[in-house]
């Protein structure tokens, strides 16, 4: 998850009260997949903390003017593309 300690701090708090009340271990981890930085930083927090039976990702990014005559150039829908279907960023 992207900003856990700012706009997304009340949906990590959710992930903990979640894995609280239903006695789980299930943490939110900061990870941007469009940032190779971030990944390498995500994966070597879940390696220190403990083995990752599963680990998944939601990502969606989407664009406004996606249509015929629309603002978005070939590279921001194939950047769309990478991380919405690929989850990479080239």
């Known amino acids: 998850m992207r900003d856990t300690a700012g706009r997304n701090a ?6 903990k009260k979640f894995a609280y009340d ?4 299930l943490r939110p981890i900061e990870l941007d ?5 971030s990944i390498e930083a995500g994966i070597r927090q879940i390696g220190r903390r403990t083995r990752a039976d ?15 005559g629309g603002s978005v150039t ?6 769309l593309y ?3 279907v690929l989850s990479t960023k080239g």
């Open 82 to 84: 990478d991380i919405n």
């Open 10 to 15: 009340s949906q990590a708090a959710d992930v």
């Open 33 to 37: 997949v469009s940032s190779e930085k």
């Open 54 to 68: 599963s680990m998944f990702s939601c990502t969606y990014a989407g664009a406004y003017g996606l249509r015929a």
């Open 74 to 79: 070939p590279g921001q829908l194939a950047e």
């Open 22 to 25: 239903n006695n789980v271990d």
